[in-house]
């Protein structure tokens, strides 16, 4: 299922394989949280950008459609027509971020929807059935996302909760998986670390939990108030404690020199919806960094977004007309801007494995990392 096929230090050149197909790692995921990309993106559009895991979301996808209707509809791949890998997020975050009103008890959570303010208790059982019944490939435990600075007792005790949660998932996987109808019985089941920025909590945390011998763990928590030199600080004390030859994943992070640094400690995924929100703002990546299409010195400039990126976008439209789109409030400028970023990102993962296969990362992370982050 996952195979670490050379090493550079911390950094891992890999092969994850599951169902739906295989993703060289280290890997971005095109976040696709309602089972679509924001900015106006199909499933064959992300082909076409280079993506290889999309990821869509536990907690919208219950509140709607449905996860039943998804799996009465033959299950996610199918739906979104999407056939390559897909990894559901457990909807911890979610209920962190966007219920107003929560209860966290042994049992789960309860919380408000978003959409009509209805109550809903969701459990680690639930949680697992219904991305059991998304069918996807990889599927996140539930957990508690804590928002940072927060009390040590509080964020202890809060993880002690998520390796129990943990274990229910677990059994519930696997229930799941041996049912006659399931969508997906290849589907497999992600641990999450958690223990805010204590690296005590962090690493008993991840010790127990990779006693559990999962298919693959997740640093989740992290891009929630901390530091940035905090957040480094945190991979790098839990990467000691993760096992060798699964798959780590860091959730929800983050700009392309937090992936560059990331790989450097360790990780082999990563999502965020940065690409995608970024381009909706006009915020574009290019590989001398990150610019602002909406600006007025735009207005004139035949040039592409990025002469070093051979995207559809940068091969067939020019800066001014980018802007434009914007100016004009125009759909396609949302579009195009979500399309070159989420091209850029794969590329960026691309070149990244490119660096690795030849042993030069770290003459790349050193060319990259602070120049992919400053504004043009």
Known sequence: MFEVLKTQGRARRGRFTCPHGTAETPVFMNVGTQAAIKGGLSATDLRTLKCQIELSNTYHLHLRPGDGLVRELGGLHKFMNWQGPILTDSGGFQIFSLAKLRKITEEGAAFNSHIDGRRIFMSPEDSVRVQ????????????????????????????????????????????????PDAVNPGQVLFGINQGATYKDIRCDHMDAIAALD?????????????????????????????????????????TPSNIIEGVYRGVDFFDCVMPARNGRHGHLFTWRGVLNIKNEKYARDTSPVDPECDCPVCRTHSRAYLRHLFASGEILGLRLAVAHNLYFYNTLMERIRESLDAGTFDAFRASYTDLLGQRI
């Open 132 to 179: 059991a019944n998304l069918g996807s490939d990889i599927a996140m435990a539930f957990d508690e996302c804590i928002g940072l600075p927060a009390p040590y007792d509080y964020v202890k005790a809060s993880a002690e909760r998520t390796y129990r949660w943990l274990v229910r998932c677990k059994a519930e996987m696997e229930r799941q998986n041996a049912l």
């Open 214 to 254: 999962l298919p693959g763990y997740a640093i989740g928590g992290l891009a929630v108030g901390e530091t940035t030199q905090e957040m480094y600080d945190t991979i790098d004390a839990v990467e000691e404690h993760m096992p060798k030859d699964k798959p780590r994943y860091l959730m929800g992070v983050g």
